[in-house]
Nanobody, 117 residues
Framework: QVQLVESGGGLVQPGGSLRLSCEAS????????MAWYRQAPGKQRELVAI???????NSADSVLGRFTISRDNAKNTAYLQMNLLKPEDTAVYYC???????????WGQGTQVTVSS
């Protein structure tokens, strides 16, 4: 079992920055692939970025050059640094942990990010 708690969401103006954190507990954090997803009102949940247990990273085209995913295995925490935020980035952001062998997946409760002037 893995428990995930996201934090760091909020209201920010266009062009601003936020850093989301996802703290994990209950299992060996370092073996999991960690990802951030988001879901805007009326839209499907979409992958934002993923960092594997080995440190490989993939990001959605829409956030390339603006968002950076990272992890600190010593702190059992994954991060999403979001810069140059746009109104279309407004969504609930979810942290996900996926076991690389079983494929079993865990989700956090989500944190709201609103980009508006």
């Amino acid at each position: 079992q893995v428990q995930l708690v996201e934090s760091g969401g909020g209201l920010v103006q266009p062009g601003g920055s936020l850093r989301l954190s996802c703290e994990a507990s209950g299992s060996i954090f370092s073996i999991y692939n960690m990802a951030w997803y988001r879901q805007a009102p009326g839209k499907q949940r979409e992958l934002v970025a993923i960092i594997t247990s080995g440190g490989s990273i993939n990001s959605a085209d829409s956030v390339l050059g603006r968002f950076t995913i990272s992890r600190d295995n010593a702190k059992n925490t994954a991060y999403l640094q979001m810069n140059l935020l746009k109104p279309e980035d407004t969504a609930v952001y979810y942290c996900n942990a996926e076991h690389p062998h079983s494929g079993y997946s865990y989700w956090g409760q989500g944190t709201q990010v609103t980009v508006s002037s």
